[in-house]
């Protein structure tokens, strides 16, 4: 089954950029999504498609992506954005959602 | 607005039984494809099962596969799960949720219910 690999923590300190990694198999040829969940919330989706953002999300939360890893970068991170990130991806092989095992970052 | 409301969950023991159901409002249910996700405690997220509009083409995780059976209702806007020989692993809390377009089985989840504690234990 296909996997993604997240690093379990990053820490930032505010007013600094937060990048958050999403290692899978050719990655790049597929649709990244990301979710964050507040402490004791629902997950909330921040990006879709690699680097839409949905209504509501503000500019500083970007998306990018190479062969093997995409990226959530968010800049001039503030106390709200501590959070667990989540990737997801659809596998065309197994035609299962997949979430990556998620990243918790700490604001400094 | 876009309401999903998790309902069914609680304490049942190993080899029990559950059905969760979702209530949907604010949208055309029967227009959407419908996940179920679940969170075990201090744990990250895990994709369970999906459904497409009209209930006939189902998948779920190989974890629940053979014991998990995703349903829905059209006509009362409300998405089941039925849960059988449960195990101490399926404790979790079990979200419902909705893809972000309609009709788009691969589209991200871009609305969530509160979710529904379930948890396996004797």
């Known amino acids: 089954s296909y996997v993604l690999t997240q690093p379990p923590s990053v820490s930032v300190a505010p007013g600094k950029t937060a990048s958050i990694t999403c290692a899978g198999v050719?990655?790049?040829?597929?649709?990244v999504h990301w979710y964050q969940q507040r402490p004791g919330q629902v997950p909330v989706m921040v990006l879709y498609y690699t680097s839409d953002r949905p209504s509501g999300i503000p500019e500083r939360f970007s998306g990018s992506y190479s062969d093997t890893t995409a990226t959530l970068t968010i800049s001039k991170v503030e106390a709200g954005d501590e959070a667990d990130y989540y990737c997801q991806v659809w596998d065309a092989d197994s035609a299962h959602f997949v979430f990556g095992g998620g990243t918790k970052v700490t604001v400094l | 607005e876009v309401q999903l409301v998790e309902s069914g969950g609680g304490l049942v023991q190993p080899g029990g039984s559950l059905r969760l159901s979702c209530a949907a409002s604010?949208?055309?249910?029967?227009?959407?494809?419908m996940h179920w996700v679940r969170q075990p405690p201090g744990q990250g997220l895990m994709w369970v099962s999906r459904?497409?509009?009209?209930?006939?083409?189902?998948i779920y995780a190989d974890s629940v596969k053979g014991r998990f059976t995703i349903s829905r209702d059209n006509a009362k806007n409300t998405l089941y799960l039925q849960m059988n020989s449960l195990r101490a692993e399926d404790t979790a809390v079990y979200y419902c949720?909705?893809?972000?377009?309609?009709?788009?089985?691969?589209?991200?989840?871009?609305?969530w219910g509160q979710g529904t504690l379930v948890t396996v234990s004797s």
């Open positions: 050719n990655i790049g040829s597929k649709s």
């Open positions: 459904s497409n509009t009209e209930g006939t083409y189902t």
């Open positions: 604010g949208f055309t249910f029967s227009d959407y494809w």
């Open positions: 949720a909705r893809g972000v377009f309609s009709s788009e089985s691969t589209a991200p989840l871009g609305s």
